[in-house]
């Protein structure tokens, strides 16, 4: 008797089952729909191939599917991950080993909702939940552009280093329902339109959040717009921190103007700061390119963001001091000999040239991985134009130990009104042994 009722119990617990079971594997196999399913593109108007090398631009799908000294769009970077490394990916109309056998459908799904193909699900490291805010328009000017304006490359994809299990990914598709956005961007009632252009490169093709939002445990950005106070609020990725893109005084761009937000998308720098670190790379193949009207409409949006004062403290002020009155101090003689030649005895850099260190955002972050980064290992090379910039910031991982990077970051980070802190040599020994210094050769690629 207790076993016959148990063999009920089981059978009708195993129907249930079957049933979730049956409707997971449904929706983790589904293909996303798309506007363009019924669509059969073979021929391209040359203006919505242009407008698509445009779009590319603003997406900087350069930076991640090139190497230096590969051909554009080859694929073949290395990215670090949490889980492994994983490698970019073959975007060439090349039919074997890239997208040249995709429809105007398998790219869309692929791009907005990162679904190759077959149903196979795509690493978030390409960032489809911000380019889901694409629009249709500019989806196909990108796939006009990747299959007639880019030359196709037979350069086989390189697998993942993720260790199984960690590496099935019909997992994704539960991650992709809960953390993705899944429409494209909606202009908001209220706001002009300057407003929402810049909203939707910010939010979409230019995926600023990808770096500048910091992520939840399942590796998420917590916001995916302005609605959420986390977004662009600053995050740590890969080494650096990318700093709050809202109007934080301290650490974000409540001290730039328009203006000036402008003029350091559009030449790398202004009288705060100078690119460096990942947005070199965006800079370099992406902002530079953007249009006056787009990056007017980007400082637009950004300055609409609200800081919080709580978070970012009292507003930072200068305090007037020159290093060359502390040069008992060890940490102050490494500055006074490594770096005032550039930054100044004051702190105030060099006009437009040399960045300031009075007020920098890695000098007033708690978060001290960009100061230590850089000075670990230097700069890449901002190209303006096509042409390299005459001024880089050198590595000193071979010239400085550990505890003389911190002493003097500590300085720094302690001085002219600065609050970041002290730097820990800990912190700088964990930075050197899993960070290289600056590549020489930066990823510059006229794509046509």
């Given at each position: 008797m207790t076993h016959s009722r148990f063999a009920r119990t089981a059978?009708?617990?195993?129907?249930?089952?079957?049933?979730?079971?049956?409707?997971?594997?449904?929706?983790?196999?589904?293909?996303?729909?798309?506007?363009?399913?019924?669509?059969?593109?073979?021929?391209?108007?040359?203006?919505?191939?242009?407008?698509?090398?445009?779009?590319?631009?603003?997406?900087?799908?350069?930076?991640?599917?090139?190497?230096?000294?590969?051909?554009?769009?080859?694929?073949?970077?290395?990215?670090?991950?949490?889980?492994?490394?994983?490698?970019?990916?073959?975007?060439?109309?090349?039919?074997?080993?890239?997208?040249?056998?995709?429809?105007?459908?398998?790219?869309?799904?692929?791009?907005?909702?990162?679904?190759?193909?077959?149903?196979?699900?795509?690493?978030?490291?390409m960032p489809y939940p911000s380019y889901a805010k694409l629009s249709d328009d500019d989806v196909k000017a990108l796939y006009a552009f990747f299959m007639k304006g880019v030359q196709p490359v037979q350069q086989a994809n390189l697998p993942s280093d993720i260790p199984w299990p960690l590496n099935l990914r019909w997992p994704i598709a539960l991650w992709n329902g809960v953390f993705a956005a899944d429409t494209p961007y909606a202009a908001k009632t209220g706001q002009d339109a300057l407003w929402n252009r810049g909203a939707y490169i910010v939010q979409g093709p230019g995926h600023c959040g990808s770096c500048h939002t910091p992520r939840g445990l399942a590796f998420n950005e917590k916001a995916l717009d302005e609605a959420g106070t986390p977004f662009l609020a600053g995050a740590l990725l890969d080494g650096w921190y990318a700093p709050s893109l809202r109007n934080d005084h301290n650490t974000g761009l409540g001290r730039w103007s328009e203006a000036e937000i402008v003029q350091?998308?559009?030449?790398?720098?202004?009288?705060?700061?100078?690119?460096?670190?990942?947005?070199?790379?965006?800079?370099?193949?992406?902002?530079?390119?953007?249009?006056?009207?787009?990056?007017?409409?980007?400082?637009?949006?950004?300055?609409?963001?609200?800081?919080?004062?709580?978070?970012?403290?009292?507003?930072?002020?200068?305090q007037a001091v020159s290093a060359a009155s502390r040069l008992d101090s060890p940490d102050a003689h490494t500055y006074v000999t490594r770096c005032a030649s550039c930054h100044g005895l004051d702190g105030k850099g060099q006009a437009e040239w040399m960045p300031p260190l009075a007020g920098a955002t890695s000098a007033l972050a708690r978060e001290n991985a960009s100061a230590i980064n850089i000075t670990l290992n230097g700069s890449q090379r901002i190209v303006t134009a096509g042409l390299p910039d005459a001024y880089r910031m050198p590595a000193f991982r071979e010239q400085l130990s550990d505890?003389?990077?911190?002493?003097?970051?500590?300085?720094?980070?302690?001085?002219?009104?600065?609050?970041?802190?002290a730097v820990d040599a800990q912190a700088v020994g964990k930075l050197r042994g899993h960070t290289d210094p600056a590549s020489s050769s930066p990823i510059i690629l006229h794509m046509r």
């Open positions: 059978g009708w617990l195993a129907v249930p089952c079957l049933v979730a079971a049956g409707l997971l594997a449904w929706y983790v196999t589904r293909e996303p729909a798309s506007p363009f399913a019924a669509e059969q593109t073979t021929r391209f108007d040359p203006g919505l191939v242009s407008r698509g090398e445009y779009v590319a631009r603003l997406s900087d799908c350069v930076a991640c599917h090139s190497l230096p000294d590969g051909k554009p769009f080859a694929g073949g970077l290395q990215m670090a991950t949490p889980l492994g490394a994983i490698h970019a990916t073959n975007v060439t109309p090349d039919r074997e080993t890239g997208i040249g056998n995709y429809s105007l459908a398998d790219f869309d799904r692929a791009v907005r909702h990162g679904v190759a193909p077959g149903g196979r699900r795509l690493y978030p490291a350091f998308l559009k030449t790398g720098r202004n009288a705060h700061a100078v690119v460096y670190g990942s947005m070199t790379e965006a800079f370099n193949n992406s902002t530079q390119f953007m249009s006056d009207d787009d990056l007017g409409a980007i400082a637009r949006y950004l300055k609409s963001l609200p800081g919080d004062p709580q978070r970012d403290g009292a507003p930072w002020q200068y505890q003389e990077i911190a002493d003097v970051l500590s300085f720094v980070r302690s001085t002219w009104g600065n609050t970041g802190g």
